[in-house]
C-alpha cells in the first residue's frame, strides 16, 4: 500500500490511497532532509500543513512532477500515517522499492544555494559536495535506488543528474560508479555496501539499520525503542540471507538445475520475487508451460518452462 499525492483543482494537494497492482506506473518521488516544521500525514489532513516551512518542499515536488507530466508523486514526511506503527514499519520495508520503481527523483538540497550556482564552477561544486544531503543515512537508498535521480538547488533550480555527475558523486561517497548506474547490489560484498554507510547519520538510533534494509535486500519490522538492537537483528538477517544464498548458489550446481533436462530454461527465484518475477515472464508470451515449485529451506523456488 501506497499513498500518493496529487494536486487538486483548487491548487491544493490530495492523497489517494493505492494497493499492489494498482499503484501508478508512473509518479515522482522527493528526496530531501528533514528540518524543522516538516509537514506531517496528520496536518495533511487537518489542512494546517501550509503554514510550515516544510509545504514548500511538497509544493516544488508537485510542481515539478507536473511540468514532467507526473499526475502523482510522493512525499514521505506525509505520505505515511507515522502513527500507525503496522504502516510505517510496512513503508520501511516497502521504500527501497518505491524509490527503484519511482519515474524521477527530485533530490532537494536546500543548502546548495542559487548564488552558488551564478557563480564559477569552484562555489558551485563546493556548495555541491557539502551538502548534507549526502551525510545522511535515509539518502543513500534514495541515490542508488532510483534510476533517474536530479538534483534541485534550494530555490528549485536543476543543477544536473545521477547519470551526468556520477563522477562528482562517486567521490563525495565512494560508491562505485557500477552501484550508481544501476547493476545489481548483489554484486557488491557485505562490507563494501555496509562501507557506503560508514560517515552518514541518522537521528533515531534505529534508523542505521532501517535505512540500509533495501541495500541489502533484507525485510524485518522496525521496532522504535530497541536503539542498537536493530543493527544486531539486522546483521542478523544479513547473515542468514547469506547462508541462504549460498545454498541456492551450491544447488545451482546439483542435477536439479542440469543442462539435459527436459525444460528449455530453469531459473532459481526467491520466494518474495515470484509474484514480481512471473507477471514480467509471461507479459506478452502467449501460452507458456511451466512448472514452478519450492525448495525446502532455502527460501527460492525453481522456475522451469517446458
Known sequence: MIRLLQYNNDGEFSLTTFFDDKIPKKYAILSHT???????????????????????KIRFCGEQARRDGLQYFWVDTCCIDKSSSAELSEAINSMFRWYRQSTKCYAYLPDVP???????????????????????????????????????????????????????????????????????????????????????????KEDQAYCLLGIFDIFMPSIYGEENNAFARLEDEIERRSKMMMKAKHLSGTSILRSDSIFSQQRLIPREDVKEFLADAFRGAGTVRAVIHGLPGIGYCLFSIV
Do not use: C
Open 34 to 56: 528533514w528540518e524543522a516544521e516538516e509537514v506531517t500525514f496528520e496536518d495533511l489532513q487537518g489542512g494546517t500543513g501550509t503554514r510550515k516551512a516544510g509545504y514548500n
Open 114 to 204: 542559487r548564488s552558488a550556482i551564478n557563480t564559477d564552477d569552484l562555489p558551485w561544486e563546493s556548495a555541491f559536495r557539502n551538502s548534507k544531503w549526502f551525510t545522511r543515512g535515509w539518502t543513500l537508498q534514495e541515490l542508488i535506488a532510483p534510476e533517474a535521480v536530479e538534483f534541485f538547488s534550494a530555490e528549485g533550480i536543476r543543477l544536473g543528474d545521477k547519470r551526468s555527475m556520477e563522477q562528482q558523486i562517486h567521490e563525495i561517497t565512494n560508491i562505485p560508479v557500477r552501484a550508481l548506474q544501476g547493476y545489481p547490489l548483489s554484486e557488491f560484498t557485505v562490507a563494501e555496501r555496509l562501507s557506503w554507510a560508514a560517515n552518514r547519520k541518522t537521528t533515531r
